[in-house]
């Protein structure tokens, strides 16, 4: 099967900073990548798909890149509430692995 | 508004069962693919299963192939998990979600584009 990584797997930074985050899978899983965004307390959110694809509702702020098996996961600017966890996942065959999440906090 | 609510989380014994229900709303159920996703306490997300709209295909993980078995009832519009043999490390917080995506003759491609809140399956003795 397919292992997700990803990294890191936690970073504190500044509001109004630009992150990023890296996910890489052990084979090529061509553009099926997806990510999300958990909430301390909440329910995952689907944040990307398509790899670059955002889903309706999510802030311009977030983008993501990538294909075969490196992505990535961007946050232009920081805000308070992007305070969460995000995870990535794999989608181009059963089973549908996520990756094990960074954290991002504010300083 | 799309809306999807577990129940049948309990405390059970190792070596137990239990079934899982999500009550979905809000959306055409049958003509979407369904998921159970579960999260261990202090844990990341871990896929458990999936199934196709009709039922007809179901995917499961390593973990909890031949354990578990996914179901759906469209005439109700409920997915079911059933859950035996159940061990220390099934213990977790239990989501479905709708799955969005496709299926060609390469097969599924599905992600989860909106998650319930979950029940809360503890196993121990």
């Known amino acids: 099967d397919i292992q997700m990584t990803q990294s890191p797997s936690s970073l504190s930074t500044s509001v109004g900073d630009k992150i990023t985050i890296t996910c890489r899978a052990s084979q090529d899983v061509r553009n099926f990548l997806a990510w999300y965004q958990q909430k301390p307390g909440k329910v995952p959110h689907l944040l990307i798909y398509a790899a670059s694809t955002l889903q309706s509702g999510v802030p311009s702020r977030f983008s993501g890149s990538g294909s075969g098996t490196d992505f990535t996961l961007t946050i232009s600017s920081l805000q308070p509430e992007d305070v969460a966890t995000y995870y990535c996942?794999?989608?181009?065959?059963?089973?549908?692995?996520f990756g094990p999440g960074t954290k991002v906090d504010i300083k | 508004e799309e809306q999807l609510l577990e129940s049948g989380g309990d405390l059970v014994q190792p070596g137990g069962s239990l079934r899982l229900s999500c009550a979905a709303s809000g959306f055409t159920f049958s003509s979407y693919a369904m998921t159970w996703v579960r999260q261990a306490p202090g844990k990341g997300l871990e896929w458990v299963s999936s199934?196709?709209?009709?039922?007809?295909?179901?995917y499961y993980a390593d973990s909890v192939k031949g354990r578990f078995t996914i179901s759906r009832d469209n005439s109700k519009n409920t997915l079911y998990l059933q859950m035996n043999s159940l061990r220390d490390e099934d213990t977790a917080l239990y989501s479905c979600?709708?799955?969005?995506?496709?299926?060609?003759?390469?097969?599924?491609?599905?992600?989860?584009?909106?998650w319930g809140q979950g029940t809360l399956v503890t196993v121990s003795s």
């Open positions: 996942q794999k989608y181009n065959s059963a089973p549908f692995t």
């Open positions: 199934i196709s709209g009709s039922g007809d295909d179901t």
């Open positions: 979600a709708k799955v969005a995506g496709y299926c060609s003759s390469g097969g599924c491609y599905w992600y989860f584009d909106y």
